[in-house]
């Protein structure tokens, strides 16, 4: 797995796509990267939860990020990145989103994210801070608070987290 450094410059983003979609998350956020993981199932009522991402000293839930966003996916071995919740009070300090490839690394100024146009018909535009247009087709950066969903923690609920 690789593991981003620990002092990410300002500005560096980890460009992936899922779907049809280009998206970004800040270096910042993401604790690792895990290629082409196998996670462990675990039963829930949620179809957005995949399973657990066990290694190392991380076992971290994975969700489908294809299907909180409501986009089809691509891949058939897809990757997971794995990013800092930001929720304090979660029980998961980490959390796996499953996408369908890294593309890229970019250093973009804060000044290029553009806020999305009322107009816009994206069916996940609640989960975007901005769009940058630095490549062939836009990049959507990811709002993670509005991406995990609150009610994670429940979904084991009938497990022991301790």
């Known amino acids: 797995m690789h593991r981003p ?28 990267i895990a290629p082409h993981p196998d996670t462990v199932a675990v039963p829930t009522s949620s179809p957005w939860l995949r399973g657990l991402l066990c290694g190392g000293v991380l076992t971290v839930p994975v969700l489908d990020t294809a299907m909180l966003l409501g986009v089809a996916s691509e891949a058939e071995r897809p990757a997971v990145i794995v990013v800092s919740n930001p929720s304090d009070d979660a029980a998961f300090g980490s959390v796996g989103l499953l996408v369908d490839r890294i593309s890229d690394t970019a250093r973009i100024p804060a000044s290029e994210w553009k806020p999305l146009r009322a ?5 996940f535009r609640s989960r975007i801070e901005g769009s940058w247009r630095g490549r062939s087709r836009p990049c959507y950066l990811l709002c993670l608070p509005t991406l995990i969903p609150a009610d994670l923690d429940a979904q084991f609920s009938p497990f022991s987290l301790t």
């Open 5 to 32: 450094t620990a002092s990410s410059p300002p500005g560096a983003y980890l460009i992936f796509r899922v779907g049809q979609y280009e998206l970004a998350l800040p270096h910042a956020a993401i604790r690792q």
């Open 119 to 123: 107009s816009s018909a994206l069916a």
